[in-house]
């Protein structure tokens, strides 16, 4: 059974910067296709990065582009959302979430594909 667990959330001001982490427990985390969304309230869940298998290929929303990069660690089994420039409309509560069989043409089904969520993780960022 995969499970995946965030980290690193908080409160931080306008301008600054947090690290998300996302530990994953169980199954071949190496042909996960891994996958960070947000939903901040009253507002739909969104993308924001999405990362390939061996971490070669990512991807991002326009309004995280250059400020947020998805890395991951297949040795560790683990995924991480390093967020700089952060603005008061970051404010969510952040997911990683994984498609543990990763199709071709995967990034354009999101989120359809994954099928298993972390709990979530709180990004407060004050103006």
């Known amino acids: 059974q995969v499970q995946l667990v965030e980290s690193g959330g908080g409160l931080v001001q306008a301008g600054g910067s947090l690290r998300l982490s996302c530990a994953a427990s169980?199954?071949?985390?190496?042909?996960?296709?891994l996958a960070w969304f947000r939903q901040a309230p009253g507002k739909e869940r969104e993308f924001v990065a999405g990362?390939?298998?061996?971490?070669?290929?990512?991807y991002y929303a326009d309004s995280v582009k250059g400020r947020f990069t998805i890395s991951r660690d297949n040795a560790k089994n683990m995924v991480y959302l390093q967020m700089n420039a952060l603005t008061p409309d970051d404010t969510a509560v952040y997911y990683c979430?994984?498609?543990?069989?990763?199709?071709?043409?995967?990034?354009?089904?999101?989120?359809?594909?994954?099928?298993?969520w972390g709990q979530g993780t709180q990004v407060t960022v004050s103006s």
């Open positions: 979430a994984a498609d543990r069989d990763p199709q071709v043409g995967w990034l354009r089904r999101l989120p359809k594909g994954l099928d298993v």
């Open positions: 169980g199954g071949t985390f190496s042909r996960f296709v």
């Open positions: 990362i390939s298998e061996s971490g070669a290929s990512a």
